[in-house]
C-alpha cells in the first residue's frame, strides 16, 4: 500500500497542536492498514480542503478511465491507437445504441460526442463498474484512489438539476422508485454496494412536495444514514465529509422552495455554495448548534467502533 485517500477531521489542543483524526470507520480502517505496512518509516503527506466540484467534463472523464483501465492491465499507458481501440470496444459494450442509418436492421452505439448528457453518464458508470468487475484485484491503492475521486466527482456533477441522469430518463420525465431503485444501486456517499444500502429523503417523506421526486433521494448504507445524518452533528458533518453530495442536497430544498435548515445551512457556507446573506440568525443561536471543527473530531472518536467497507 502506498498511496491512499482519507477523509480528516483537525482537532486542536489548548497546547495550540492539531491531530488529524479520521473522519469515519473506513477511513480509520484505511489509515491503519497504511501504517501497518509502513510500519517506522517517515512518510510524505498531502492535505486537500474538501471542496464540492463546480465544473465537470464528462468527455475527460471517459478517457481518464479508459488510461487508468489500461495501466491496470499492462502497467503502462496506452498509445494513441491503443486509447482508440479501447473506447471503441467500451463503446459496443457500454453505450445506448441507436439504429445504423446505413442497415434499419442493426444498430450501433452512439458515440460520445453524439451523446446527451444522461446517455454520457450511463457510458460513464458502466466503465467505473466494469473497472471493479474486471481490475478489481488487480487495482494497487493508489490506482483505488484515483477511481474513488473520479466517482466522487461524477456523483457531484451528475445529481444535480431538471433532466440529470441520475433521477430521469432518456426524455426528461422523472423516475418512479423502481426505476430509481435499478439505476442507483451503490451508496451516493462512499460508493459502496452492500445489503444494508437504505432510500434516504433528503427532505423529509412527510412533504407533500418532495416525497415522491427522485431528486429528494439519496441511497446510503446504514451508517451513513443512521450514525451520521440522523446523529448529533446531522446534515453538517455528513456534508463536511462527503461535500461531493453538498449540491444534491442545496439542490432538493432549492426544488421544493424550502429554507435550508441550520445544519444544511452551516456547511453551505463553509463549502461555498451560499452566499452570508443566508446566515440571519442570532450569533448566539448559530454558536449553540454549529457542528465546530473540534465537535466534528470528537464525533470522529466517538464512532470507533463502527465499522464499514470503503469503496
Not at 82 to 95: D, F, G, I, R
Not at 220 to 248: C, V
Not at 260 to 282: C, H, R, S, T
Request: proline share 4%; net charge negative; hydrophobic share 40%.
Amino acid at each position: 500500500m502506498n498511496k491512499i485517500s482519507i477523509r480528516a477531521v483537525p482537532k486542536k489542543f489548548d497546547s495550540g497542536s492539531y491531530l488529524l483524526l479520521p473522519a469515519t470507520p473506513a477511513d480509520r480502517n484505511v489509515l491503519n492498514s497504511f501504517a501497518e505496512n509502513v510500519g517506522n518509516k517517515y512518510v510524505r503527506i498531502t492535505f486537500t480542503e474538501m471542496r464540492p466540484n463546480k465544473t465537470y467534463d464528462q468527455v475527460k472523464t471517459v478517457f481518464a478511465l479508459i488510461d487508468l483501465r489500461f495501466f491496470i492491465k499492462n502497467h503502462r499507458y496506452p498509445t494513441d491507437t491503443e486509447q482508440a481501440y479501447e473506447y471503441s470496444c467500451l463503446l459496443w459494450k457500454y453505450a445506448e445504441r441507436e439504429v445504423n442509418p446505413l442497415n434499419s436492421n442493426e444498430s450501433a452505439p452512439i458515440t460520445l460526442s453524439k451523446m446527451s448528457k444522461s446517455q454520457a453518464a450511463s457510458f460513464i458508470s458502466g466503465i467505473i463498474a466494469d473497472i471493479y468487475e474486471y481490475c478489481g484485484d488487480m487495482m494497487t491503492d493508489t490506482q483505488a484512489v484515483e477511481i474513488k475521486e473520479i466517482f466522487e466527482e461524477f456523483q457531484s456533477a451528475a445529481g444535480v438539476g431538471a433532466g440529470n441522469p441520475i433521477d430521469y430518463d432518456e426524455i426528461g420525465n422523472m423516475l418512479s422508485e423502481e426505476e430509481w431503485r435499478k439505476k442507483n444501486h451503490f451508496s451516493f456517499a462512499s460508493g459502496v454496494v452492500t445489503e444494508d444500502l437504505q432510500l434516504h429523503h433528503i427532505i423529509a417523506r412527510t412533504h407533500p412536495l418532495s416525497r415522491d421526486c427522485s431528486w429528494n433521494w439519496m441511497m446510503l448504507t446504514d451508517y451513513e444514514h443512521n450514525r451520521l445524518i440522523h446523529s448529533k452533528g446531522g446534515w453538517q458533518k455528513f456534508l463536511m465529509i462527503y461535500p461531493h453530495l453538498a449540491n444534491r442536497v442545496k439542490n432538493a430544498f432549492d426544488m421544493a422552495h424550502e429554507i435550508y435548515p441550520l445544519e444544511v445551512q452551516q456547511a453551505l457556507l463553509k463549502l461555498g455554495l451560499i452566499d452570508e446573506m443566508y446566515n440571519d440568525l442570532e450569533p448566539k443561536e448559530v454558536v449553540k448548534d454549529n457542528l465546530t471543527t473540534e465537535s466534528l473530531a470528537d464525533l470522529a472518536l466517538a464512532d470507533e467502533k463502527q465499522d464499514y467497507d470503503i469503496f
